[in-house]
């Protein structure tokens, strides 16, 4: 299977994996033709890519780093945990910073039926355990670009990643399970926000709206906080996950230091390790998807890592950021490459997929070539780049 971006599907190309709507009903099954009028509606509800049947392609299978069961579940819950957080919230949301503050605490016991639920608990087992059992950390986010993400898909993202990044550095289940639950609730107080200040690009906010916007850290911190299921370590992913290391952060300005986030008594008053690991999961997601209101449009995965690693220091603890950089696949499986530079010139300009991942160094997959610069099918041929050096490799998705 190859994933083609959605611009140059056409109705010769067969589709390699089942699409579903938002509301999980089946669309289009594998195997399927994918006609004009399907495409264009996948593209209207957001679809960036689809993966398609290639001959001599077909062991290529992209392998998200959570099983799709696992992401399925936990969507669910996200979603109808959001749902009924939402209706609750919206009584008070337009009101000022110190009321919304007050009902947060009034109306805590209606809310806390919301926050980590069961389902949702359920489901971050699930995933820990997966990422725990894998003999190599390899991030694949790719799978989930296919729609608009929501609110509760990037807390599903950043709780992916931060885990995966929990795991390089060897964190207990009792750790993970603190870092997850910080990283599926992180952003849990923009719901407090009024809703025409999401989406908004952060230059156009005025004074009083930057000051509202600054404030979604505080207001998830007391919704988690008042919580007897949420630790206080995951409690205080909300109130840091916008600290930078410097001290230019908000809300309250304190630093950190670069150093790898192991469990260190000397860091008081310092940004607790799992908001800086989330801090890195956030803006990476950020970056894939793109996020208004820092001013990030959805970039590729080289594009997100580069902006990330000139991130790291002054914002992103910069020990974390080279830990992400170690595990994400420059060229993710599946993914449609096109040649451009290889020890034998014929193949310059010729286009493949990436086949599979050599964990050991994730610049060097193998490759399996099958068509022409001219867009003519050729006999597949495997290449494995770790092998064969001289190959420079171009994303065409
Ligand atoms: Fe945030």
């Given at each position: 299977?190859v994933r083609?971006?959605?611009?140059?599907?056409?109705?010769s190309?067969v589709?390699?994996?089942?699409?579903?709507?938002?509301?999980g009903?089946?669309?289009?099954?594998?195997?399927?033709?994918?006609?004009?009028?399907?495409?264009?509606r996948l593209?209207?509800?957001?679809?960036h890519?689809?993966?398609?049947d290639v001959?001599?392609?077909?062991?290529?299978?992209?392998?998200?780093?959570?099983s799709?069961?696992?992401?399925?579940e936990?969507?669910?819950a996200?979603?109808?945990?959001?749902r009924?957080?939402?209706?609750?919230?919206?009584?008070?949301?337009?009101?000022?910073?110190?009321?919304?503050?007050?009902?947060?605490?009034?109306?805590?016991?209606?809310?806390?039926k919301f926050?980590?639920t069961?389902?949702?608990?359920?489901?971050?087992?699930q995933?820990?355990?997966?990422?725990?059992?894998?003999s190599?950390?390899?991030?694949?986010?790719?799978?989930?670009?296919?729609?608009?993400?929501s609110?509760?898909?990037?807390a599903?993202?950043?709780?992916i990643?931060?885990?995966c990044?929990?795991?390089?550095?060897?964190?207990?289940?009792?750790?993970m399970?603190q870092l997850?639950?910080?990283?599926?609730?992180?952003?849990?107080?923009?719901?407090?926000?009024?809703?025409?200040?999401?989406g908004?690009?952060a230059?156009?906010?005025?004074?009083?709206e930057?000051?509202l916007?600054?404030q979604?850290?505080?207001?998830?911190?007391?919704?988690?906080?008042q919580n007897?299921?949420?630790?206080?370590?995951?409690?205080?992913?909300?109130l840091?996950?916008h600290?930078y290391?410097?001290?230019?952060?908000?809300?309250?300005?304190?630093?950190?230091?670069?150093?790898p986030?192991?469990?260190?008594?000397s860091?008081?008053?310092?940004?607790?390790?799992f908001?800086?690991?989330v801090?890195v999961?956030d803006?990476?997601?950020?970056?894939?998807?793109?996020?208004p209101?820092?001013?990030?449009?959805a970039?590729?995965?080289?594009?997100?890592?580069?902006?990330?690693?000139?991130?790291?220091g002054?914002?992103?603890?910069?020990?974390i950021?080279?830990?992400?950089?170690?595990?994400v696949?420059i060229y993710?499986?599946g993914?449609r490459?096109?040649?451009?530079?290889?020890?034998?010139p014929q193949l310059?300009?010729?286009?493949?997929?990436?086949?599979?991942d050599?964990?050991?160094?994730?610049?060097t997959p193998?490759?399996?070539i099958?068509?022409?610069?001219?867009?003519?099918?050729?006999?597949?041929?495997?290449?494995?780049?770790?092998?064969?050096?001289?190959?420079?490799?171009?994303?065409?998705?």
């Amino acid at each position: 299977m190859v994933r083609y971006v959605i611009e140059e599907v056409n109705d010769s190309m067969v589709l390699g994996e089942s699409v579903y709507l938002p509301s999980g009903e089946l669309l289009l099954a594998t195997g399927n033709r994918i006609k004009e009028r399907y495409r264009r509606r996948l593209v209207e509800m957001g679809y960036h890519s689809l993966l398609i049947d290639v001959e001599g392609t077909e062991t290529v299978r992209p392998a998200p780093t959570v099983s799709e069961t696992a992401q399925r579940e936990m969507g669910n819950a996200l979603e109808s945990s959001s749902r009924g957080l939402s209706a609750e919230i919206q009584n008070f949301r337009n009101q000022s910073t110190e009321k919304i503050r007050e009902l947060i605490k009034k109306n805590r016991q209606h809310l806390n039926k919301f926050i980590m639920t069961a389902g949702v608990a359920r489901a971050l087992e699930q995933f820990i355990e997966e990422i725990m059992s894998q003999s190599a950390v390899v991030l694949n986010l790719s799978v989930l670009r296919q729609t608009q993400p929501s609110l509760f898909i990037h807390a599903l993202n950043v709780a992916i990643t931060g885990l995966c990044i929990g795991k390089k550095y060897k964190l207990s289940y009792e750790e993970m399970k603190q870092l997850g639950i910080g990283a599926l609730n992180y952003d849990l107080g923009l719901i407090a926000l009024p809703k025409e200040l999401l989406g908004k690009p952060a230059e156009t906010f005025n004074e009083t709206e930057m000051k509202l916007y600054r404030q979604h850290t505080v207001f998830g911190y007391h919704m988690l906080s008042q919580n007897h299921m949420i630790p206080t370590t995951s409690a205080a992913v909300a109130l840091q996950h916008h600290e930078y290391q410097n001290g230019s952060g908000f809300p309250r300005g304190i630093i950190g230091d670069n150093r790898p986030p192991l469990k260190d008594f000397s860091r008081k008053n310092m940004i607790h390790r799992f908001s800086e690991i989330v801090a890195v999961a956030d803006t990476y997601d950020a970056c894939l998807f793109g996020r208004p209101e820092m001013e990030l449009s959805a970039m590729n995965v080289q594009t997100a890592l580069r902006y990330i690693i000139r991130a790291g220091g002054d914002k992103l603890n910069s020990d974390i950021v080279r830990t992400l950089v170690s595990i994400v696949p420059i060229y993710p499986v599946g993914a449609r490459i096109r040649i451009v530079n290889a020890p034998t010139p014929q193949l310059i300009g010729n286009y493949g997929v990436v086949a599979r991942d050599n964990p050991d160094n994730l610049e060097t997959p193998q490759i399996i070539i099958y068509e022409t610069k001219n867009h003519q099918k050729i006999k597949p041929v495997l290449i494995d780049m770790h092998r064969h050096s001289g190959f420079t490799l171009e994303l065409v998705v």
